[in-house]
């Protein structure tokens, strides 16, 4: 892998206006805020966080599928949403998509020859014997069958399905993809092939990825960086090592709570939040976390923290980081070091939704 940037996003808003239901008047969504981030050639960035905030949108944005309302998005220097005609399609056509859901994203009218070849035929690319070869080449490099083009998408599995969503993809031989959730849905021996399969194609054919997922065992698997996201906004990125073995963020410690370990592993203090993501639409001001964050003070609520650098290539928004990437470790023996701000005498959380 090189160091060189194929896709930079810079300072990307997007809002959505939506019309509330009861009361009337317009609904500011703030589904993606301020966002800067660099995905480096060959590598595979990891984007986290919960449902609802804002992974898939920005992801979309990175794709090309979805124009930002500030700000740009930059593949190999060129701004993706200002490309129009013949270059935008050339653009476009190295920037692909898998998405979440495999039985929605793909025709249930269309047999898998067609949906493969799609692409080809949108970017004109060969004839109509070269667009078959290349199917069936394709195909086969994801482990599908011949009789398999045949067939329409109702007729496979999930796993399989996702592998039709995966040839789709690749078949107009993009250099970079945004695999959305790719293996949410799956079994977890699936997900093993999947995710296995992904990798190898990042190998044989150079390809650079950002990796969308609820799951950090996933994320920490394939991945070389990590991208932390919460309301729309960039909470922590760095190394998966670094950002997984000192988090600087009180969220991102939650998170990490969340994930399975083996026995004799050393894990974060179980953490529980109160309540959900936050309205979309609420207001901006403070930390956006600080609603549900136990070392919460005055200046979380009053200040908005920054990205900034705590650590070489580790980056962190939040007014406590270097008190947070020591807070909620426990040895192996389960004991936690209960310290931080914002926090009760004994050490836990004030509204007591942290669990030893």
């Known amino acids: 892998m090189t160091s060189e940037p194929l896709l930079e996003a810079k300072n990307v808003q997007i809002t ?15 589904a993606v805020d301020d966002v800067s981030l ?5 590598e595979i960035l990891g984007l986290v966080g919960e449902s609802g905030s804002g992974k898939t949108t920005l992801g979309q944005a990175l794709a090309g599928l979805l124009k930002p309302d500030h700000g740009q998005v930059l593949f190999e220097g060129s701004d993706v949403h200002a490309q129009h005609g013949k ?11 898998v998405f979440q859901e495999s039985r929605g994203s793909l025709n249930g009218r269309m047999r898998v020859t067609d949906i493969i070849g799609e692409g080809l035929k949108i970017q004109r690319m060969g004839d109509r014997e070269a667009r ?19 067939r329409y998408p109702h007729q496979f599995s999930g796993g399989q399905r996702q592998r039709i969503g995966i040839a789709r993809a690749l078949a107009v031989e993009p250099k970079f993809l945004v695999a959305d959730e790719p293996v949410a849905s799956l079994d977890v021996s699936v997900q093993a092939q999947v995710l296995n399969l992904l990798l190898d194609l ?33 909470m922590e990125h760095g ?14 410690h939650a998170l990490l709570s969340a994930r399975p370990t083996m026995p004799g592993e050393e894990r974060y203090s179980r953490v529980i939040l109160p309540g959900d993501v936050g309205e979309p639409g609420a207001a901006r001001q403070g930390c956006l976390f600080a609603p549900r964050c136990w070392m919460a003070a005055d200046v979380c609520r009053e200040s908005r923290p920054e990205l900034r650098e705590t650590r070489p290539g580790h ?23 209960q310290t931080g701000h914002g926090a009760s005498a004994a050490g836990r959380p004030q509204d007591g939704t942290q669990e030893k």
């Open 16 to 30: 959505f206006h939506t019309r509330r239901q009861r009361g009337g008047g317009v609904h500011v969504v703030h």
């Open 38 to 42: 660099t995905v480096r050639q060959g």
């Open 132 to 150: 078959r070869r290349r199917v069936s080449e394709i195909a086969k490099q994801v482990g599908l069958g011949t009789v398999d083009l045949s």
């Open 87 to 97: 270059a935008g399609r050339a653009l476009r056509r190295q920037m692909q998509v």
């Open 202 to 234: 990042r190998a044989d054919l150079g390809l650079t990825y950002v990796l969308i997922s609820h799951d950090l065992a996933v994320v920490e698997r394939v991945s070389s960086r990590i991208a932390v996201m919460y309301m729309g906004r960039i």
């Open 239 to 252: 190394t998966v090592s670094d950002v997984y073995e000192h988090a600087q963020v009180p969220y991102t």
């Open 315 to 337: 980056w962190a928004a939040c007014h406590f980081a270097s008190e947070a990437s020591e807070a909620s470790k426990i040895d192996q023996a389960g004991r936690a070091d």
